[in-house]
């Protein structure tokens, strides 16, 4: 078990006016190797639940281990722990500050200590899994580039770390959808080629359908759903819609084709499994046209 | 990681109170007057009633002690500091020695004057900031500087100005706090080292928040444009302030109360 989260409750301003309870009792268990979507309501408490992981929170009661380690204990090496557990924040294009692209990617290893030799490398292979070309990028200013380029230079900034786990916070917001299915499907590929557990937050419903294996829903500070994508959308849609979350469009339509009478299963997530599926329901449809 | 917690205090919190309701002119020529008869007043009476009359504001405005006792917790060490200073390097009658350190009559007389004058000093300001929403606040000022207009003073230049600042601190404690947990996410390490190494650290801190606030006072100076502001001239505004019966009645109070006890002590 990587990461192993017990009653953990988190609340804001203790004791202050503005006092909000962010997680109420939040139990997970999260494997090594999972990819893992987690959708919720802005304010729900994803990105709290999020800083838990690698220790830049810790819980106001309740127990969080990362491999085994209690990070509310005094004393542990909480650097150990970020450097297994890679955070990307939202809009992590707000946190470069470097001259060059090379120097702001090989910030995360020299702060862990990596010798100057293999920096190179590890600043070559995070730039080649955010497909950017290490020639053309290395000496460029991260400022110069476009929103969706500094985004990935942000993620290789943390890939270069080489974390065992990658936590990404709306990776792909305020992006355009070029860029969009760009990010998502290095983010896949990353998953797929070195087996990094990702836990992946997102408002799109569709993305995340088609690339989880594990769905969590969050739900004022609580996670009400932990299932896979496909029971969640065919089971638990109203429960979804209840608390103002959406379904995939593809979904959807299959709910309104079951509404009107048509007996098709509503667990599809992708169009092509939707057009089967169809296709499968109807009676030899060539032959009852003619 | 607790920076938005720690500069919390002096933040303003909404209730329905006498105080809360007065009008901020009054609030803030209350707050001068007090801290001028502070100044004046040598004795320990003037500073007692002083501090009852200030905690009874305080009582009145029905915030709960907590969080003013809570925000001067950081204060403390000023005054105590200031106390320390006072006692050992004030020439008189000496009352205790320990080898060259010296505590004396005067020092400890003078010490804690300054520190019970220091202490309600911030109590009053604090009971202003704590009950005053920044933008009441913000007009208060706007309409008292205003007199100076005569003088070239642009009031609402001026007011403008420190409504934006005010505005943006949460703002930017909220951005230093993210910027600050994602750059430790990438390791970096903001409390250890020597100073020079420590405001080394700084540097990936700084520059992030330096780019987004000259990128977010730009996106405000154009969305400002698209609204027609133009400066204070003929602007008029939505909340006008009205004197009203109980402001000129605590006016008058907080006068003669400060007024007696000056002239008193």
Known sequence: ?290 | MKISRNISFGQYIPRDSLIHNLDPRVKILSCLVMIISLFLITQFWGYLILCSFTLGGIIISQIHPKFIFQGLRNILFIIIFTLIIHLFMTEGEVLYQVSFLKITKEGLINGLLISFRLFILILVTYLLTLTTSPISLTDGIERLLSFFRFMGIPAHEIAMMMTIALRFIPTLLEETEKIMKAQISRGADFDSGNIFERAKSLIPLLIPLFVNAFRRADELAIAMEARCYRGGEGRTNYRELKIRKTDILTFAFTIIITFVTSIMF
């Open chain 1, 1 to 290: 078990m990587f990461i192993h989260l017990d009653e953990v409750y988190y609340t804001y301003n203790i004791d202050m006016p503005f006092e909000t309870k962010a997680l109420k009792n939040i139990n997970l268990e999260i494997q090594k190797g999972e990819f893992i979507g987690l959708i919720g309501h802005t304010g729900c408490g994803k990105t709290t639940l999020i800083q838990h992981f690698n220790g830049l929170l810790t819980p106001t009661s309740g127990k969080v281990y990362v491999e085994g380690i209690d990070t509310s204990k005094k004393g542990i090496d909480l650097k150990s722990i970020r450097r297994k557990v890679g955070l990307v924040f939202q809009y992590p294009e707000n946190q470069l500050f470097e001259e060059t692209v090379y120097k702001e990617v090989a910030f995360g290893p020299k702060k862990f200590g990596l010798p100057e030799d293999k920096i190179e490398n590890r600043v070559r292979e995070a730039l080649k899994m955010v497909d950017l070309d290490y020639n053309l990028y290395a000496e460029r200013s991260p400022f110069s580039l476009s929103g969706g380029e500094m985004r990935r230079v942000a993620l290789a900034s943390i890939l270069s770390i080489r974390p065992e786990m990658l936590v990404l916070d709306e990776p792909t917001a305020n992006l355009d959808p070029q860029s969009r299915n760009k990010i998502l499907s290095e983010i896949k590929a990353i998953h797929n080629n070195f087996g990094i557990t990702i836990v992946l937050v997102s408002h799109n419903m569709e993305k995340i359908a088609e690339m989880v294996d594990r769905l969590l829903v969050m739900h004022k500070g609580e996670i009400i759903m932990d299932s896979s994508p496909r029971d969640i959308f065919a089971n638990h849609a109203n429960d979804l819609l209840q608390v103002g979350l959406g379904l995939p469009q593809v979904t959807q339509c299959m709910y309104e084709l079951k509404e009107r009478g048509k007996k098709v299963y509503t667990g599809v997530l992708t169009v092509d499994e939707a057009a089967k599926e169809i296709l499968s329901r109807m009676k030899s449809p060539t032959v009852s046209r003619k």
